[in-house]
């Protein structure tokens, strides 16, 4: 199979992705939009959310990774005893 260029994947992926964008914006202004959302402001997922639309916004071939190191529990050797 060929490999599929940047256009392409594009082509393929532009509404899926924009669906996606749309539902994080809302589920983002409903969390801004309740009378009670200071605590959920404050609280460290939001800052995980934060960071990970910053990592979003930069550029490289290694958000994916980035993200998934940002929500990964940290590695404990010992973890399994």
């Known amino acids: 199979m060929a490999t599929q260029t940047a256009l392409t994947v594009l082509d393929r992926h532009y509404l899926e992705i924009r669906c996606e964008l749309l539902n994080l914006a809302a589920t983002l202004d409903r969390i801004e939009r309740h009378p009670q959302s200071a605590a959920a402001l404050r609280d460290p997922r ?3 959310i934060r960071e990970g639309l910053a990592i979003l916004s930069s550029s490289g071939t290694d958000r994916a990774e980035r ?3 940002l929500f990964s529990d940290p590695y404990l050797p010992d973890w399994n005893r």
Do not use: A, G
């Open 67 to 69: 993200l998934q190191l």
């Open 46 to 48: 939001m800052e995980q």
